[in-house]
């Protein structure tokens, strides 16, 4: 091998320098590709990502929000909503005039942080529910990242697909809540003398009767047992 190499310098000099040129091209794509995904995560992680659904209130089914949510992680700002009908349903139109209550939905917002929720007015879904559940709405956003990048998205909100929706019992959060008011109420009207509290005294004559009676009851026993006896 030694011999090859010392007969055959010029071309193992040549072999070795494109091995080497190779090893450096791949260093350097691999280079780019991890700055390129290394500056798409940062992106990510100031990016704002925004939502748009319908869902009713976890504890009254039959009320329900239009939800704008920012699903990403970084706050989204200059925030404009448009929202139109499909078709002519006029629950459309019923929907919209519940929701439009907020003043947000029709003229926009400033900011909306990771995780924040921007919700519309309720809509009972007790009251002209045939017409509500064929409804379909389409919702538009549109917002500027912390950069200044503007992004726009639109959801179709089909509220057919919430036929048959329910629940069973209250819902752990509501318990409590009512749950400490209770206690609240009563630890007023116990300050403020509202409510008295039932108190059961035992003094020195309860005592007395009370150890009369055990005496009594010992002496009929001693009784009985001394006639069994005799």
Do not use: C
Request: glycine fraction near 6%.
């Amino acid at each position: 091998m030694i011999q090859w190499l010392v007969e055959n310098q010029d071309f193992a000099t040549l072999l070795f320098t494109a091995v080497v040129a190779i090893s450096t091209v791949v260093y350097a794509l691999l280079t780019a590709f991890l700055v390129r995904e290394t500056a798409q995560m940062r992106r990510a992680q100031t990016e704002p990502r925004l939502s748009a659904y319908f869902l009713p209130k976890e504890e009254f089914v039959n009320f329900g929000h239009l939800y704008i949510k920012n699903i990403g992680l970084g706050p989204a700002y200059n925030i404009r909503v448009s929202i139109e009908p499909e078709g002519s349903a006029a629950g459309s139109e019923l929907l919209l005039k519940d929701f439009l209550k907020v003043k947000a939905f029709e003229k926009g917002l400033n900011y909306l942080g990771p995780g924040q929720i921007l919700r519309s007015g309720f809509t009972s879904m007790v009251e002209n529910y045939q017409e509500k559940i064929n409804a379909v709405l389409h919702v538009s956003l549109s917002y500027k990242s912390a950069d200044g990048k503007k992004k726009s998205e639109t959801f179709r909100v089909d509220f057919s697909e919430l036929e048959g929706y329910g629940s069973l019992g209250k819902p752990h959060l509501y318990s409590i809540a009512q749950s400490l008011e209770k206690i609240e109420r009563d630890i007023h009207h116990l300050s403020s003398g509202f409510h008295k509290l039932k108190v059961h005294t035992f003094d020195h004559e309860d005592r007395e009767r009370e150890k009369r009676e055990w005496e009594e009851d010992r002496q009929q026993m001693m009784q009985k047992k001394e006639q069994k006896d005799g």
